[in-house]
Each structure stands twice: as structure tokens, then as C-alpha cells.
């Protein structure tokens, strides 16, 4: 397994390449390229909030507690929330991923659950796009491919460190398998999940204007009867072409 220090000296270098590569391929501006190092970066890092050691979860709640009222404040403003309101937004937002989020992730996690996953990679990057408020769809999807992008070093990361060489023999430790997978050993881990992938994707396919919301399907217009159709009859009789007469 790798260190904690490794993930997040992996994850960084990713960030600044991606963000590199954002502005020079892509044409991104400056400050979409830092926040989206930035994400990437801390994205290397989430898996690791199960972590039962204690520096893990103490630095990553922190980073997070840090980071999630800015993008709170950013949504909060993007819906009409401004001023007081705004601020006390994002105070509450703070003190419940700081205290609360760490408190329920130790007494409901296990190390290698299913954080260690790509469905929980998949929730990571559509969480990103739901919340991170722009106006250009494409730094909305650069925010949540950023995410994913560090979510995924991890993973990759943790695989490639339970491979063991012994000379020229290969074994696998115990580990291997824990990080790159799609179910785990629990059924009730698994199907919250999965239900919350499910509803994070309807909720990113209809944002993203690919699936229409039903609820928002304008009715069809009615068709209003004014007094001069009120006395036309119902069915109307087609006029006879007029029969040509061959001499």
C-alpha cells in the first residue's frame, strides 16, 4: 500500500500537468487552471477518509472542511444567496464536514471500503460537477475530470504497491484487489453506494441537458375555440378535382 506522502506528492504532480495541459491545449484561463490543481490534488487524497490512523483523516478533513465552503459559497451565490445568508452558508458548511463528516466517516468506515473503489470515484467527480458553479459547462466537466483524475492516482497507487517482487517471482499481497474494484464483501456498503451513484447520475445527465427532466416538460399549448370556430362544422368535406374530360 502507499504511503500517504506518496499519494499526495503523485496527485499533485498530476494536478499541475493537468492544469498545464488545460491552458496551453485547452485554452482555460489561469485561475480555472489553479483550482483545478488544487482539486486534483485533494481529490488524491479522499480515498484515504476512511483511514483508522489518525494523521489521514485529521489532514484530509481539514483540507476539505477548508476547501467546501468556497465551493458552497460559490453555489450559494450562483442561486441568489448573497451577503449574511452567504456567509453563514458556509460557516455551517464548514463545521459539518470538519466535525461532523470526520465523526460519522470513523464510526461508519472501514479502511479499503468502498472509498477504495471507481464507484466512489464516479460520486467524487459528479458531486464536482453538481456543485461547482459556472456558467461554461466545460469548467464544470475540467472541475469533475480533475477530481476523477486524482480519485483514480490512488487507486492505481495502491494497486501497484500490493504487487510484491521477491527476485523474480511476483506476489500479490493481501491488499491487492481492495482499491480498483466495484463491489465490496458487504451488502449494505454496497447498495447505498450504488443508490446514491444511481441518483448522482440522473441528477449530472440532466444537468448536463443530455436526459430531460419530466418535471420540467413544457404541457402542450391548448387549443382555444373562438367564436368563428364554433359554428365550422366538424369534418369538412375536400373538394372534388374537376374530372378532365378527354376528346
Known amino acids: 500500500m502507499a504511503a500517504y506522502r506518496e499519494h499526495i506528492t503523485v496527485s499533485g504532480i498530476l494536478g499541475v500537468a493537468y492544469a498545464t495541459a488545460a491552458v496551453f491545449l485547452f485554452s482555460y ?54 451577503g449574511d445568508r452567504a456567509m453563514l452558508f458556509a460557516i455551517v458548511a464548514y463545521a459539518l464536514v470538519k466535525y461532523g463528516g470526520a465523526f460519522l466517516l470513523g464510526k461508519l468506515t472501514v479502511h479499503r471500503g468502498m472509498f477504495h473503489s471507481i464507484p466512489a470515484l464516479l460520486i467524487a467527480s459528479e458531486l464536482t460537477f453538481l456543485v461547482y458553479h459556472s456558467e ?39 491488499s491487492a484487489g481492495t482499491a480498483m474494484k466495484f463491489f465490496g464483501p458487504e451488502a449494505l456498503p454496497n447498495g447505498i453506494t450504488m443508490g446514491l451513484l444511481l441518483c448522482l447520475s440522473y441528477a449530472t445527465l440532466v444537468e448536463a441537458d443530455i436526459v430531460h427532466d419530466p418535471s420540467k416538460i413544457p404541457a402542450p399549448e391548448m387549443i382555444h375555440v373562438t367564436s368563428d370556430m364554433e359554428d365550422a362544422p366538424i369534418f369538412r368535406m375536400a373538394e372534388q378535382p374537376p374530372e378532365t374530360q378527354f376528346q
Open 136 to 174: 461554461e459547462m466545460r469548467v464544470r466537466v475540467l472541475m469533475a475530470v480533475g477530481v476523477g483524475i486524482g480519485f483514480l492516482s490512488h487507486l492505481v497507487l495502491d494497486e501497484m504497491y500490493s504487487v510484491q517482487w521477491d527476485g523474480m517471482k511476483v506476489r500479490l499481497a493481501k
Open 29 to 82: 484561463s489561469l485561475v480555472q487552471a489553479v483550482i483545478v490543481a488544487v482539486l486534483t490534488w485533494i481529490a488524491g487524497m479522499l480515498p484515504d477518509l476512511d483511514s483508522e490512523s489518525g494523521r489521514p483523516i485529521r489532514e484530509l478533513s481539514g483540507v476539505v472542511a477548508a476547501f467546501a465552503p468556497l465551493l458552497m459559497l460559490q453555489h450559494a451565490q450562483g442561486v441568489g444567496i448573497r
